[in-house]
């Protein structure tokens, strides 16, 4: 029998106006001092309201998979700090402009593993999901996967309600991988170097009711594609 998802809670929207402007503003003035004088506005319009959103996808990513965590806390959760590691970058901005989460394999600690992931930008919004820059053991997992079952892979990325929804992003190998077969049937998806699909989405929708639906919908969407990814290394799904 097929369990329904669970009822979204009744909730306002998360993000607002004043959460694009503030990265907006953020990205003129990328400075500490002046993001110790506003940090009240990165908390209320930014921090508070994903950590809200974080808390309210738990119901939904608990269903989809008791092994992946929507993780609320401020420190060491699903939210991805707002510094930047500038320590080898020529960039010293120390702010991103953008807030993402990442909801994770709960061994994610342990092992590498595909994970759901959420960002928010004034430029761009999107959904995403799979293992973005795996290391190269876990690529050539992936590809002796792929080989080994193919026709999962096939009806799980080309599916027609998939591909309308979902594009594969990232950096591809020019030619085969070693010890692959340059004829593969598959070899467009061998050369991957990142195994992870998008769904972009604009602010109107991020800051409407619709978002947290729409995240669980996203989520749904792509759980075969993670539990996929999640057999190549042996991971519980």
Not at 28 to 33: G, P, V
Not at 122 to 138: I, K, Q, R, V, Y
Not at 153 to 182: C, H, M, N
Request: glycine share 4%; hydrophobic share 40%; proline share 10%.
């Amino acid at each position: 029998m097929t369990v329904p998802p669970p009822a979204a809670p009744m909730t306002s929207p998360y993000f607002t106006p004043a959460t694009f402007a503030f990265f907006r503003t953020l990205a003129a003035h990328n400075t500490r001092a002046w993001f110790d004088a506003h940090r009240s506005h990165y908390e209320t319009q930014v921090r508070e309201p994903y950590l809200r959103l974080i808390r309210d996808l738990q119901p939904a990513l608990a269903a989809i998979s008791p092994h992946y965590r929507a993780d609320p806390r401020r420190q060491g959760g699903s939210l991805y700090r707002i510094y930047r590691d500038t320590r080898y970058r020529r960039d010293k901005s120390p702010y991103k402009t953008w807030q993402a989460a990442r909801f994770a394999h709960e061994r994610r600690g342990e092992v590498e593993a595909p994970a759901f992931y959420l960002h928010i930008a004034a430029d761009e919004c999107l959904f995403g999901a799979g293992f973005w820059h795996p290391s190269s053991p876990t690529l050539r997992r992936f590809r002796d996967f792929v080989v080994d079952n193919p026709a999962t892979w096939q009806r799980i990325t080309r599916a027609p309600a998939f591909t309308r929804r979902y594009e594969f992003v990232g950096d591809s190998l020019k030619r085969a991988p070693q010890g692959q077969d340059p004829a593969h049937p598959l070899i467009g998806d061998l050369k991957r170097k990142d195994w992870v699909v998008s769904r972009p989405f604009d602010a109107s929708l991020a800051c409407s009711d619709a978002l947290l639906p729409w995240i669980e919908e996203s989520m749904r969407d792509t759980a075969p594609l993670v539990d996929y990814l999640c057999a190549a290394l042996d991971l519980p799904f």
